[in-house]
Nanobody
Framework: VQLQASGGGLVQAGGSLRLSCAASVSILDLNAMGWHRQRPGKQRELVATITRSGSTNYADSLKGRFTISRDNAKSTIHLQMNGLRPEDTAVYYC??????????????WGQGTLVTVSS
């Protein structure tokens, strides 16, 4: 499995960005996909996930500002980030939860994309 993230960049506080992550397999074969992030000096944390059935889950602090969605035909997920704040500055990692038997560790991360929010 390969996950290709894109869409990061520099944005002013209050602005918006849309991240995308393309999977090399059908995303409907994956148990879930999503995003984690690692802010400077902090541990990696959950941002949002979307399961095979379409259920979504968000970090409580991000609900209402971030929206995860998917395009099954393009095997791509998106993260729409609105009302960005300087504390959202982080490397955002695309994530997949692999089906049983695909790998020893079902948790898989792609390369990160840097989001920088200026004040």
């Amino acid at each position: 499995v390969q996950l290709q993230a894109s869409g990061g960049g520099l944005v002013q506080a209050g602005g918006s960005l849309r991240l995308s992550c393309a999977a090399s397999v059908s995303i409907l074969d994956l148990n879930a996909m999503g995003w984690h992030r690692q802010r400077p000096g902090k541990q990696r944390e959950l941002v949002a996930t979307i399961t095979r059935s379409g259920s979504t889950n968000y970090a409580d602090s991000l609900k209402g500002r971030f929206t995860i969605s998917r395009d099954n035909a393009k095997s791509t997920i998106h993260l729409q980030m609105n009302g960005l704040r300087p504390e959202d500055t982080a490397v955002y990692y695309c994530y997949a939860r692999l089906p049983t038997g695909w790998a020893r560790d079902p948790h898989f991360w792609g390369q990160g994309t840097l989001v920088t929010v200026s004040s």
